[in-house]
């Protein structure tokens, strides 16, 4: 029986979004649709935005947010995005449109209780059978893990961000 599943991929390690986009090629080559929103993300240009252009009618990216929260110069302004992008979220879900969506860095809205965690956790074990939802972000609650049916831990061991070293075009964004 072919099922749809909830995979997350969680921990304080880099490579949650990059994981997911790897599903997301692997997807594609299998001619699946594919939509990732991207809740914290702002609107710089990161290599997966131009990337998503070259697959035209297969992978659509949809970065809703405002920026990384410890940058937030207003935090209502940032929630109320979060509850909208939660929203936009939800009418991707059932739109029977795509066959994975990727929840990128929903885990933080559910962390800093911008969207209520009893309400997303509802509304993602009652999706639409055969499609597959992938949440990144640090922080998964237990709630959360204990919905999906597949989790990723990312072990953060080195970085050379820890030596300095600013993030770089294809490795970090």
């Not at 035209?56 to 935090?75: K, V």
Request: proline share 1%; glycine share 8%.
């Amino acid at each position: 029986m072919k099922r749809g599943l909830i995979v997350v991929f969680t921990g304080n390690g880099k490579g949650k979004t990059t994981a997911a986009l790897g599903l997301a090629m692997r997807a594609i080559g299998h001619e699946c649709r594919v939509c990732m929103i991207q809740f914290i993300k702002g609107s710089w240009k990161s290599g997966e935005l131009v990337s998503a252009k070259r697959f035209d009618g297969l992978m659509d990216i949809f970065t809703l947010g405002r920026g990384f929260l410890f940058d937030a110069e207003d935090i209502e302004k940032d929630k109320e995005a979060a509850r909208e992008a939660w929203e936009f979220a939800k009418d991707i879900i059932v739109s029977s449109k795509y066959d994975i969506v990727i929840l990128d860095e929903l885990t933080y809205l559910i962390k800093y209780k911008m969207v209520e965690e009893d309400e997303v956790i509802d509304f993602l074990i009652k999706k639409p059978d055969k499609l597959h939802i992938v949440v990144t972000g640090r922080d998964a609650s237990s709630r959360l893990i204990d919905a999906a049916d597949m989790v990723t831990e990312m072990k953060a061991i080195k970085h050379p961000l820890e030596e300095g070293m600013k993030c770089q075009k294809g490795i970090e964004y």
